[in-house]
C-alpha cells in the first residue's frame, strides 16, 4: 500500500512565525501535491512537483513556498503566518502518467491554526 | 479551467437506503476519482474511473465522459458509509491529473441510525 506521511497532524503556530509542513511518501510516485481545504471551499492546489527541485503553482501559492529536495519528501513553507491560512493541508502523491493512471494518494492531513 | 459540480451537496439517509451522487464537468477529462472523506479528515480513493462502470462491493462509479458527468452509488448504505464524498477530475489538457486534480466541493452524506 502506498504510503504518505504528514508530519504533524495539529499545529498551532502565531502570526509571523515560519511553518514547515512535511510529507514523505514511500512508493517512488513521481508527483506530489499540496492542497488546503477550506468549509465551503473544498480542496484548493497550493503547488505540485513533478520531479525533484521541480515545482510548480497550483491555483492558490500566494503566501506559501515548497521544497522537493528527495523524490520521497515535499515540504510545504508558511514564510510568515497568517491567521488566514488557518486551514487543513492535504500532501497527495501520484505515480506520474508514463507509469499508467494517475491515481492520488493523500495523507492524513494537517490541521494549522495560527493565533 | 475545469469546473466541476456536485449534487446533492448534503444528504441524510436511514441506514439501508440506497443513494446516488452525481458529479458534472465542465470539459473533457481523462482522469476522474471519487474520495471518501472520513470524519477524521482522511482521503480514501474510491475509484478511479475517467470512463465506463466499476464496482467494489456495496459501491459502484459510472462516468459517462461524453455527456461530461459520473454516478457514484452506495447500496444499503451503513453509518460508516457517512462522511463526506468528493469527485476529482484531470483534464485532457493538463496531462491527466499530473498537475493535480480538480475537486469539487462534495456531498456530506449523513447516515443515521
Known amino acids: 500500500d502506498v504510503k504518505v506521511t504528514q508530519s504533524s497532524r495539529y499545529l498551532v503556530k502565531r502570526t509571523g512565525e515560519k511553518v514547515f509542513l512535511e510529507c514523505v511518501q514511500d512508493?517512488?510516485?513521481?508527483?506530489m501535491f499540496w492542497y488546503r481545504q477550506d468549509p465551503g471551499l473544498g480542496l484548493r492546489l497550493i503547488y505540485f512537483?513533478?520531479?525533484?527541485?521541480?515545482?510548480e503553482k497550483g491555483d492558490i501559492p500566494e503566501g506559501y513556498s515548497v521544497s522537493r529536495e528527495k523524490k520521497e519528501r515535499f515540504s510545504l513553507i508558511l514564510e510568515s503566518a497568517s491567521t488566514n491560512q488557518t486551514s487543513m493541508y492535504l500532501c497527495?502523491?501520484?505515480?506520474?502518467?508514463?507509469?499508467?493512471?494517475?491515481?492520488?494518494?493523500f495523507g492524513a492531513g494537517s490541521r494549522l491554526t495560527v493565533l | 479551467g475545469i469546473q466541476v459540480e456536485q449534487s446533492p451537496p448534503d444528504l441524510i439517509l436511514q441506514e439501508g437506503a440506497n443513494s446516488t451522487l452525481r458529479c458534472n464537468f465542465s470539459?473533457?477529462?481523462?482522469?476522474l476519482q471519487w474520495f471518501h472523506q472520513n470524519p477524521w479528515g482522511q482521503l480514501i480513493n474510491l475509484f478511479y474511473?475517467?470512463?465506463g462502470t466499476k464496482q467494489n462491493g456495496r459501491l459502484s462509479a459510472t462516468t459517462v465522459a461524453t455527456e461530461r458527468y459520473s454516478l457514484l452509488y452506495i447500496s444499503s448504505s451503513q453509518t460508516t458509509d457517512s462522511g463526506v464524498y468528493f469527485c476529482?477530475?484531470?483534464?485532457?489538457?493538463?496531462?491527466?491529473?499530473?498537475?493535480?486534480?480538480?475537486f469539487g466541493k462534495g456531498t456530506h452524506l449523513i447516515i443515521q441510525p
Open positions: 497527495a502523491s501520484s505515480p506520474g502518467t508514463s507509469t499508467g493512471a494517475n491515481v492520488l494518494t
Open positions: 474511473i475517467p470512463s
Open positions: 476529482a477530475v484531470g483534464g485532457m489538457y493538463s496531462g491527466g491529473g499530473a498537475d493535480g486534480l480538480t
Open positions: 470539459d473533457s477529462v481523462n482522469n
Open positions: 512508493m517512488d510516485h513521481e508527483n
Open positions: 512537483s513533478y520531479d525533484v527541485k521541480m515545482k
